[in-house]
Nanobody, 116 residues
Framework: QVQLVESGGGLVQPGGSLRLSCAAS????????MDWYRQAPGKQRELVAH???????NYADSVKGRFTISRDNAKNTVYLQMNSLEPEDTAIYYC??????????WGQGTQVTVSS
């Protein structure tokens, strides 16, 4: 079955960096686009970054220039490198993909807390 397992979250000071990983299984990873979403307390889940199967990337305006999404098809893993973190980046970060017939899959999420 399809599984998305995030890791790499934690507590970091403002201005710091974290790298999130999402290990995928149960589908042909290289065939599909991958996304990172986040949800802060009391807010709706929002798209943070997207990478196509060909490697084209898109970002939310709030993270452009600070976050980088990448993928390693040999490892079935998508990454989110987050630099210059701000308290407003505090959220649960989720890995997401949409497969054939519009079936969507989410990871369990990983908590990122930016605080001094």
């Amino acid at each position: 079955q399809v599984q998305l397992v995030e890791s790499g979250g934690g507590l970091v000071q403002p201005g710091g960096s974290l790298r999130l990983s999402c290990a995928a299984s149960g589908f042909i990873f290289s065939w599909y686009a991958m996304d990172w979403y986040r949800q802060a307390p009391g807010k709706q889940r929002e798209l943070v970054a997207h990478i196509s199967r060909g490697g084209t990337t898109n970002y939310a305006d709030s993270v452009k220039g600070r976050f980088t999404i990448s993928r390693d098809n040999a490892k079935n893993t998508v990454y989110l490198q987050m630099n210059s973190l701000e308290p407003e980046d505090t959220a649960i970060y989720y890995c997401h993909t949409s497969l054939a017939y519009g079936n969507e899959y989410w990871g369990q999420g990983t908590q990122v807390t930016v605080s001094s």
